[in-house]
């Protein structure tokens, strides 16, 4: 069992930038892939950025240039560097995990493949 818990969120204006974390619970935390995803209201949950365990990342279309997943295994924290943050970025941003994630396709972006996921933290981008 592994307990995410996101925190970061907050308000900023366009242009600026947030770090969000993830921090899991266990000891096991360096064999999980860790995904972020976002959703707004009425809408489905999508795919934002994905870390391997190994440390391969992967991102959205919407995001490449602008946002950076990485991990620090001995803290047990997956992070989400946002920078350049636009009025489309507002959303509440979810992390997730399990281990053995496809590499190869979409896997890693579909809400399906993860078992564990954190509560949420809200990114509010204003102009």
């Known amino acids: 069992q592994v307990q995410l818990v996101e925190s970061g969120g907050g308000s900023v204006q366009a242009g600026g930038s947030l770090r969000l974390s993830c921090e899991a619970s266990g000891r096991t935390f360096r064999r999980y892939d860790m995904g972020w995803f976002r959703q707004t209201p009425g809408t489905e949950r999508e795919f934002v950025a994905f870390?391997?365990?190994?440390?391969?990342?992967f991102y959205a279309g919407s995001v490449k240039g602008r946002f950076t997943i990485s991990r620090d295994n001995a803290k047990n924290t997956v992070y989400l560097q946002m920078n350049s943050l636009k009025l489309e970025d507002t959303a509440v941003y979810y992390c997730?995990?399990?281990?053995?994630?496809?590499?190869?396709?979409?896997?890693?972006?579909?809400?399906?493949?993860?078992?564990?996921w954190g509560q949420g933290t809200q990114v509010t981008v204003s102009s």
């Open positions: 997730a995990a399990d281990s053995g994630i496809k590499e190869t396709g979409t896997w890693y972006m579909k809400i399906d493949e993860y078992a564990y």
């Open positions: 870390t391997t365990s190994g440390g391969r990342t």
